[in-house]
């Protein structure tokens, strides 16, 4: 896990691997002080995560409330597919604000899959 400051104040967190028990503590720790550190923002690169758990869901939306306790908000920056379709399938998509998320990472068995695939 990465954290560096970027222009105007925001800092932004590289998460890579797994999204489970074995990285949560430090999740929590680096958008603890990400938080603190900030100047409103907060953005949490997950285009790098291959798996995700209940575990590490319930940890991205605590983390989002101890960023937001603090007045900052927490970003979700371009989800990995894998990502992506936990966030869809759990309703998790309207919860966070997510950026740089392509048409193209919808999960499989979206309404727009199945609507391509009657069309053929």
Request: with cysteine; proline share 3%; glycine share 8%.
């Amino acid at each position: 896990m990465l954290t560096h400051e970027r222009p105007a104040g925001e800092v932004e967190i590289l998460l890579a691997g797994r999204l489970d028990l074995s990285c949560v503590g430090r999740l929590r720790d680096a958008v603890l002080q990400a938080s603190r550190a900030a100047n409103g923002r907060v953005a949490v690169d997950v285009s790098r995560v291959t798996a995700v758990d209940s575990v590490g869901l319930r940890t991205l939306i605590a983390c989002r409330r101890l960023a937001a306790a603090v007045g900052v908000q927490m970003v979700l920056e371009r989800p990995s597919r894998v990502l992506y379709a936990r966030l869809a399938t759990t309703g998790l998509l309207r919860t966070f604000k997510v950026t740089g998320a392509e048409p193209a990472l919808e999960p499989v068995g979206s309404v727009s899959d199945r609507r391509a695939a009657s069309a053929r």
